[in-house]
């Protein structure tokens, strides 16, 4: 077609000059990775920064968990340390260190880190909801627990003495809390209310310097019924009234939409503070995020929250728990070297490192709380403004004021990353939360030297934005950029019959340019690609695709045909708007040439970056027939399958195989007998053998959780593309946590 020969018409964009806009395409790869794009004529969002309107030290507020760091699975001390500020964990008795995730287990763990505890006196009690056992057995545990903290002081943020007050004690009439006749009050909340003084109070005869957070209700929605803003004013007008006034006021805010928590602190709990003429207290949502699939530990969703945290002048935060404990609020991931960070993990290690003052971020649309937003800081001691984006899908302009007047430009260092959170195209459950590989590191899309507007300001366009990844940019005084190991530019490549671009059409991409004109049957772009290991890996490929229809790339690797990268529409040129897609590819220890060639369609290409495979195929994430989903003891999600007992009983894995060939399935599996168990293994519906299964001694479903699991193997012969692998019952029984492809 030759559209690369001559400018395309209304695309090109202007040289870099103090007017520029920086036209950034952020994306993270596509392959069913919840690409439900804006209408291109949808309005485009757009997040301001004011760098002239700061107010102090940026509190992070957010960078907290549920329950994050356990025992069993061990989680990392540094791990835990480079995600976060705020945990919360269940009390134990003085001397238990039986439960994984309690204050007693895992303090010791938190020394010399910067993560603090709040301490959750009301886990004591047991049950769910809380058993109330009587009045001695309540004090006695409130003492024994205040003994317990004394040891980890220097760990302890807070206690909290009451869990969920409003409803978790038993206000059903008839229940042991209710008829206690040691409990006066003629209510329910007047029960509650009598029960926190008196707690209160026996906490700080033991110990009057441990600050005490409350009253922790899970629901302070005031608009929404007529009795929760009464319940929270009998509350302090009571605790007022006795000195027991909490140093912390907190609350849970469990619901989707990130603006619940200002709605309640600015516009009924600060006006009642006024009105009963108690002093502000600092605030912290203890638990905070939906159960909705879309929260827990994804980029995204977390920034929302975090950007309405820090407007507002929330000062800590932690988010509620729907996985599992130990894994930093579902932003670790099992392998087999430990727990490894996820994309989730790197977006809040963004947040945990940013320093200076707090900036001030508007969204496009106040009153729409799903849009993106943003956390802002600078750092002046390096002269650094950083943004943390994400949240919606769709276009997002990113407008950067006042940089001129903070001692930048006219020309700056501008450098955008994203944490991707990966879902899994293939299998069966692709729920968000459920997803979320291990990573090695956030992905750069830019890292150049942009200059101001005549203003002084900067617009970063983010193009394609997906609302479950993070976003970060970064800008900074003029320096070189960093190397980015496993990034390969497309203009730096050896091209045949292509068209490089390194002039003034260049604003959106990475490096120098990037590559057009790959139209001819023998247009091609071939990369030296080093890996240091023999084995699969994801090449994630930057690209645009003008047309309306699907386009495509044929692979090779050292000559040998590796299958297509396949390229949506991007809605412009290369010179206007990018994403990304992935594929995966067998490289070989050392150099490899990567061919990308004319295939169907068209499209441009900027940069790939290759790495190791890091995904395991979960069973339970998988098409499970005739068998049970269970979870480890402590958990909440499902993490194996069990139950595969029967003939019909049956785990199928749909895996991508980069090349047609023979592989190894590696399967983490359980076999609590004496005796050896196996699976029939069949392809695609062709039986390909049996996979055997040596004894491990216990079960998945002990206090070990998978410490007990051992991997087994069987070749299997896999056609190009995506191949469904099932393990049927056989002999003996088994039970399956994960299967991955390696080579044979």
């Known amino acids: 077609m030759g559209r690369q020969v001559t400018p395309r018409s209304g695309m090109r964009l202007t040289a870099l000059t103090a007017a520029a806009v920086l036209a950034v395409t952020l994306s993270g790869p596509a392959g069913g990775r919840h690409l439900d794009a804006r209408n291109a004529a949808a309005e485009t969002e757009v997040i301001t920064v004011d760098t002239g ?64 505890m709040v301490a959750r006196y009301n886990d004591l009690m047991g049950g769910w909801p809380y058993v109330w056992k009587g009045l001695d057995d309540w004090m006695g545990k409130v003492d024994s627990a205040t003994r317990s903290i004394q040891k980890y002081k220097d760990v302890l943020h807070s206690v909290a003495p009451l869990n969920e007050p409003d409803n978790k004690l038993g206000p059903q009439a008839g229940s042991p809390f209710m ?7 003629g209510t329910y909340d007047a029960k509650v209310n009598w029960l926190w003084t008196e707690t209160v109070r026996r906490i700080r005869a033991l110990d009057s310097s441990v600050k005490v957070m409350g009253p922790n209700y899970e629901h302070y929605n005031p608009w929404e019924a007529a009795d929760r803003q009464p319940r929270m004013r009998d509350f302090l007008v009571n605790a007022k009234n006795t000195g027991t006034l909490p140093d912390i006021i907190g609350w849970h805010s469990l619901g989707p939409s990130p603006g619940d928590v200002p709605e309640s602190l600015t516009r009924y709990y600060r006006p009642l503070e006024k009105e009963l003429g108690i002093s502000p207290r600092p605030v912290m949502i203890e638990e905070y995020g939906p159960g909705n699939g879309e929260f827990e530990g994804v980029p995204g969703t977390m920034i929302k929250h975090w950007a309405e945290f820090a407007r507002y002048g929330v000062d800590s935060a932690a988010m509620g728990i729907y996985t599992n404990p130990g894994l930093l609020e579902n932003t670790l991931r099992r392998t087999s070297d430990g727990l490894r960070p996820n994309g989730g993990w790197f977006t ?32 002046p001691a390096s002269r650094t403004v950083t943004v943390l984006a994400g949240g919606d899908d769709g276009d997002v302009d990113v407008r950067l004021l006042g940089l001129a007047a903070r001692g930048l430009g006219p020309q700056v260092r501008v450098r955008v990353d994203y944490a991707l959170w990966t879902t899994d195209p293939l299998a069966a459950d692709r729920r968000p939360d459920r997803a979320g590989d291990p990573q ?34 970064t800008v900074q005084p003029v320096s070189a950029p960093s190397v980015h190991p496993g990034k390969y530019e497309a203009e730096d490549a050896r091209g045949t019959s292509i068209v490089p671009h390194l002039g003034s059409d260049t604003a959106p991409a990475s490096g120098r340019g990037y590559v057009g004109g790959i139209d001819r049957a023998d247009s091609a772009v071939s990369f030296t690609v080093d890996v240091a290991e023999t084995g699969i890996h994801v090449m994630t490929v930057r690209y645009a695709n003008g047309t309306t229809g699907q386009a495509s790339h044929s692979v090779t690797v050292g000559g040998e045909r590796q299958g297509d990268v396949e ?26 040439t990567v061919t990308l060639a004319k295939g169907a369609g068209y499209a441009e290409l900027d940069f790939i970056e290759v790495r190791p495979d890091t995904h395991r195929y979960e069973a339970e994430n998988a098409a499970v027939t005739d068998a049970a989903l269970r979870h480890f003891q402590w958990n909440e999600f499902p993490d194996y399958v069990g139950g595969i007992d029967r003939p019909t009983s049956a785990v199928e894995f749909a895996v991508d195989a980069p090349r047609a060939g023979a592989y190894l399935l590696d399967v983490g599996y359980a076999n609590g007998l004496a005796g050896v168990a196996d699976h029939v293994v069949t392809v695609d519906g062709t039986e390909a053998g049996r996979i055997s299964y040596p004894s491990t001694g216990a ?46």
Not at 709 to 733: P, W
Request: aromatic fraction near 8%; charged fraction near 20%; proline fraction near 4%.
């Open 179 to 185: 008829t206690d006749p040691r409990v006066p009050g």
């Open 348 to 379: 809040m290690n963004w947040f945990r490192e940013m320093r200076g003052t707090q900036l001030a971020v508007s969204r496009w649309d106040t009153r729409h709380y799903q849009a993106s937003d943003g956390v802002a800081s600078w750092d």
């Open 699 to 744: 079960w998945l479903g002990t206090d070990k959780q998978d410490a007990v699991e051992r991997v087994a193997s069987v070749r299997v012969t896999l056609r190009e593309g995506t191949n469904h692998v099932r393990l049927t019952g056989g002999q003996g029984y088994a039970e399956l946590d994960w299967a991955s492809l390696r080579l044979t």
């Open 53 to 116: 309107q700061q107010s102090g030290p940026l509190k992070k507020a957010g960078l907290g968990t549920l329950f994050g760091v356990a025992t069993t699975p061990d989680t990392p001390a540094a791990l835990a340390d480079g995600s976060q500020v705020l945990l919360s964990q269940h009390q134990s008795r003085d001397g238990d260190t039986s439960y994984p995730s309690s204050t007693e287990a895992v303090a010791a763990k938190l020394r010399g880190t910067g993560v603090k």
């Open 440 to 473: 090695s590191a956030p992905y750069n899309v830019y890292d150049k030297v942009l200059t101001l507007d005549g203003g002084g300001h900067l617009t970063v366009p983010v193009r394609r934005m997906e609302r479950l990844n993070g976003y970060r940019i």
């Open 567 to 592: 390229y949506a529409p991007t809605g412009g040129w290369a010179n206007s708007t990018m994403r990304t897609t992935t594929a995966h590819v067998v490289l070989k220890a050392g150099a490899n």
